[in-house]
């Protein structure tokens, strides 16, 4: 490719890489709230539940 | 006008569904635009008179360095739109935008120098493009920053809102003043008004990539605003019998 | 401390015909208020203006100490310094009246917020930036700047330090509920200084080309006029917000 090839492959791989880091966050960060919230539903039926939310502070981490 | 719409934007519970229906056409339409726009741009498109294969970073480099203008833009519209009619929704947005903008525009920097090494010489140069990239990252940490610091979701949200409209007015500053220090950065490949430069050959594929990632990062952030709405509606009936069949599967 | 503030602000709550004297009154008595308080502290006046100083001396003792070196980097670190001096003041411009709860009552003030912050930033301005700008030419001495680019360098400072204290004002309203919110408001407010630096020293070093400096000097102006007239609303924005928790 010229001698250039390593900095296009360079690029192109941290774009794959960024890409597919910015995918899998949002999907394991959802399976994790999904698997947390189960939990805590389980050890507390919050007697509270109604279509208000309340914000909490330090409740789950972001 | 039918403000119905507008008023169904306010529902969490709304959003999320629609989200659910769009993700998919997002994800699989950017994936394969973004496939398709490097295999083409990597294999099928001639390489450049001057600078010969390194040309085709280009293909990620300018759609990474649009995206990551219009995200911030996004956030400021969102921003407007939190603190005149007090939607949660336009929090959420701005909360998962965030990361993906800065992510982006890392992705735009990086790839930047990276081309810049062979064509220019250098990896870094403080020319006025870069700079101003560079400090567009910087407001995107500070928004990133300020919300975590926060602990009152309240207050962050507004908060950021703020601080996203202040960047906003600083940008074309930035970009002015930025440009008016130096310039070594060749001039955009796409106007508004102007046909570009280069032969359909070599923008075609970049218009592709354009598209594509526009979509991927479409996908990307309904991904986190679902992740937002799950989180923020956590005690409404709704999202307890979601988990309750996600669950179960 | 909390008495004298409310019976200033209170004079603000009265009769319409008397409105604009007693809009006066309200900010000559939370200047006199505010100087006060600043006054009693000098140790933390003095520290940033220390700062600034030991920052600048930082660079012939780290980088070089040659005077053509110092002479070319003469404009940016004395800009850089004052910034950064700038930033570190920046944390008690409201930290102390909102531990106080004088700042709820600013708020509450039936004054409008935005010329009480104003009145604060020129508060802030005058104990921080015009001690930076009276220290500059020593300093810009040291670092080998012509004595004939010295004034130049004093009026970009004129003009832009109370940019930096504006736009600090809204990263300092930001975070004001936070107990150690100094680094974050370096952080958020730094890089929206930037266009200030560049224009700043950009001037300097025009001078320094023998280039007309008027367009540059323009622009600073553009950019001063810009800050003190939207900067406060950004401020009382996140001020209102930051109390009402």
Same mark, same amino acid.
Request: hydrophobic share 55%.
């Given at each position: 490719m010229g001698g250039h090839?390593?900095?296009?492959?360079?690029?192109?791989?941290?774009?794959?890489?960024?890409?597919?880091?910015?995918?899998?966050?949002?999907?394991?960060?959802?399976?994790?709230?999904?698997?947390?919230?189960a939990q805590r539903h389980r050890r507390d039926p919050r007697s509270g539940s109604s279509n208000a939310p309340h914000s909490e502070n330090g409740d789950i981490s972001v | 006008m039918n403000w119905t719409f507008f008023h169904k934007l306010g529902s969490p519970k709304w959003f999320y569904d629609i989200a659910e229906k769009f993700l998919p056409w997002f994800l699989w339409f950017g994936i394969v635009l973004l496939v398709t726009g490097s295999v083409w741009g990597l294999a099928f498109a001639p390489p450049d008179y001057q600078?010969?294969?390194?040309?085709?970073?280009?293909?990620?480099?300018?759609?990474?360095?649009?995206?990551?203008?219009?995200?911030?833009?996004?956030?400021?519209?969102?921003?407007?739109?939190?603190?005149?009619?007090? *939607?949660?929704?336009?929090?959420?947005?701005?909360?998962?935008?965030?990361? %993906? #903008?800065?992510?982006?525009? +890392?992705? =735009? /920097?990086?790839?930047?120098?990276v081309w810049g090494k062979p064509t220019w010489g250098t990896w870094w140069v403080w020319d006025a493009r870069l700079t101003a990239m560079l400090l567009l990252l910087f407001l995107y940490f500070g928004v990133m920053a300020l919300?975590?610091?926060?602990?009152?979701?309240?207050?962050?949200?507004?908060?950021?809102?703020?601080?996203?409209?202040?960047?906003?007015?600083?940008?074309?500053?930035?970009?002015?003043?930025?440009?008016?220090?130096?310039?070594?950065h060749q001039p955009a490949t796409f106007?508004?008004?102007?046909?570009?430069? *280069?032969?359909?050959?070599?923008?075609?594929?970049?218009?592709?990539?354009? %598209? #594509?990632?526009?979509?991927? +990062?479409? =996908? /990307?952030?309904?991904?986190?605003?679902?992740?937002?709405?799950?989180?923020?509606?956590?005690?409404t009936k709704w999202v307890q019998a979601l988990i309750a069949e996600e669950m179960k599967s | 401390m909390s008495d004298s503030l409310i019976s200033t602000l209170d004079e603000g709550r009265s009769e319409p015909d008397h409105l604009r004297q007693d809009l006066w009154s309200v900010l000559k008595g939370m200047l006199a208020r505010e100087f006060l308080i600043a006054l009693r502290r000098r140790q933390e006046l003095v520290n940033p203006l220390v700062f600034f100083v030991i920052v600048i001396v930082l660079f012939p003792l780290g980088v070089s100490p040659d005077p053509g070196f110092l002479k070319a980097a003469s404009a940016g670190v004395v800009w850089v310094a004052a910034l950064l001096a700038t930033m570190l003041s920046l944390d008690r411009l409201f930290q102390g009246d909102y531990e106080d709860g004088a700042l709820e009552q600013t708020v509450l003030c039936a004054q409008p917020l935005y010329l009480l912050v104003l009145t604060k930033n020129l508060v802030h301005w005058s104990l921080t930036g015009l001690p930076l700008i009276v220290l500059s030419p020593f300093l810009a001495v040291m670092m080998n700047l012509e004595s004939e680019h010295i004034p130049v360098m004093i009026l970009t400072l004129v003009i832009g330090t109370p940019v930096i204290s504006l736009m600090g004002g809204i990263g300092a309203a930001l975070t004001v509920s936070l107990r150690s919110g100094g680094v974050l408001i370096s952080l958020l407010v730094l890089p929206l200084t930037i266009p200030v630096l560049i224009f700043g020293t950009g001037t300097i070093q025009a001078s320094i080309d023998g280039l007309p400096i008027g367009g540059h000097l323009a622009i600073m102006g553009a950019m001063l006029a810009l800050a003190l007239t939207l900067s406060p609303f950004a401020t009382s924005a996140a001020l209102k917000m930051s109390v009402s928790n």
């Open positions: 090839g390593l900095y296009v492959w360079l690029s192109y791989g941290a774009g794959v890489l960024v890409l597919l880091l910015s995918y899998f966050s949002p999907v394991m960060r959802r399976k994790s709230l999904i698997r947390e919230l | 600078q010969g294969e390194s040309f085709r970073i280009i293909y990620l480099h300018v759609p990474t360095a649009i995206l990551a203008q219009s995200c911030y833009m996004m956030m400021a519209v969102a921003a407007v739109v939190g603190l005149v009619w007090r *939607m949660k929704i336009t929090d959420m947005f701005i909360a998962a935008a965030a990361p %993906i #903008g800065a992510a982006f525009t +890392f992705l =735009a /920097l990086f790839t930047g120098a919300r975590s610091a926060l602990e009152d979701q309240d207050l962050a949200a507004r908060a950021s809102a703020i601080l996203v409209l202040v960047g906003v007015v600083n940008i074309p500053i930035i970009k002015y003043s930025v440009e008016w220090w130096n310039t070594l106007t508004l008004t102007e046909k570009p430069a *280069m032969p359909p050959e070599m923008w075609l594929p970049l218009l592709v990539m354009v %598209i #594509g990632v526009y979509c991927f +990062f479409s =996908a /990307l952030l309904l991904m986190r605003v679902r992740n937002e709405i799950l989180m923020r509606e956590r005690r | -």
